[in-house]
Nanobody, 126 residues
Framework: QVRLVESGGGSVQAGGSLELSCVVS????????MAWFRQAPGKEREGVAA????????VYTDSVKGRFTISLDNAKNVLLLQMNSVRTEDTGTYFC???????????????????WGQGTQVTVSS
């Protein structure tokens, strides 16, 4: 069983920064992929950023490239998402997720992930 708990959401003005954290606990999480997804009201959940645990390779959706950074504190097993230059369209509920055996090409695919956190709300105002 894998458990993920997010924190760090809140309200921020456009152009500002926010950092999300996700504590990952459980067995056999030293491989696979850890990722951040988001869901805006009335929209489907979408992949934002992912990090393969072993290789460290990262993948980002186009809209956040150059603004968001995903990282993993291996010692603490905490997944981070540094969000800079945020925009109103970044508003949504952000979820962290974990999957085993995900190929890099599918690392932002919602259905590949079995384990999910409860989500943390991010609201960006203009």
């Amino acid at each position: 069983q894998v458990r993920l708990v997010e924190s760090g959401g809140g309200s921020v003005q456009a152009g500002g920064s926010l950092e999300l954290s996700c504590v990952v606990s459980g067995r056999n999480t030293d491989s696979g992929s850890m990722a951040w997804f988001r869901q805006a009201p009335g929209k489907e959940r979408e992949g934002v950023a992912a990090r393969l645990v072993v290789s460290g390779r990262t993948v980002y959706t186009d809209s956040v490239k150059g603004r968001f950074t995903i990282s993993l504190d291996n010692a603490k097993n905490v997944l981070l998402l540094q969000m800079n230059s945020v925009r109103t369209e970044d508003t949504g509920t952000y979820f962290c997720a974990y999957a085993r055996g995900v190929a890099v090409g599918a690392a932002l695919t919602t259905n590949e992930y079995r384990y999910w956190g409860q989500g943390t709300q991010v609201t960006v105002s203009s």
